[in-house]
């Protein structure tokens, strides 16, 4: 599932953006379904341009209501009615998408026979001082398992003295979802956490969901600025 919505705050429109000839939206269907790894690729937006850009590069459009706060409301939506085991969200200003990640990701579920884990998502390593404190970079932190304790907006862990030196994990917007928690975060209301920091994922983590976070080396360009766009442009071949 691929949540598209057209009035992104920062960067509005930006999905129907030209990058190397198609919108980045298109693009990104097309990475999706270029991996191989899925039943049924959909993109799940409230927007007519983009369901028409959409359809008309030979992909599925399933329409969604406007009101919709996050990518993962929007997807639970959709999925709601459809016999649905794993849903895997790829955000739709993710161009670069590919299988190596995505792989992974759904290794997770294949290695939870007791299906304890409720999402999985992706990270990577980050060491460039300026994005670690870029608040459109999210970060995460972990336990010793590799699950989800915390993310923000902030430089997460602080860097309290030289030594030791923090390692610094960037949250990459591509979730792996058991349908059952998605439902779960469809009914249950925002708390203060999400609502200060602007990021969905922790409104798993204050309901004592548990998120399985899986390191790839794969950075790619998320298109959340015009800056991004540019940065895409120079490096799609």
Known sequence: MIPAR????????KLMKDLAGKPVIVRTYEAAVKTGLFDAVLVV?????????VRSAGGEVLMSREDHQTGSDRIAEAVADLE???????????????GESLEKLLGVFRDDPREEIDLASLMTKITDADQIRDPNTVKVITDT?????????????FQRAETPRATYFKHKGVYA????????FRRLPMLPLEAVEKIEAIRFLEYGKKIKMVQTRVTGIEIDTPEDLEKAKKVWT
Do not use: C, M, W
Request: net charge negative; proline share 8%.
């Open 177 to 184: 979802f058991r349908k059952r928690a998605l439902l779960d």
């Open 145 to 157: 398992h590799g699950f989800a304790l915390y993310f923000s907006r902030a430089p997460i862990p």
């Open 84 to 98: 649905v085991d794993i849903v895997v969200n790829v955000q739709g200003d993710e161009p670069f998408t590919e």
């Open 6 to 13: 057209y009035a992104a705050s920062r960067f509005p429109g």
């Open 45 to 53: 937006t409230d927007s007519e341009e983009i369901a028409r850009a």
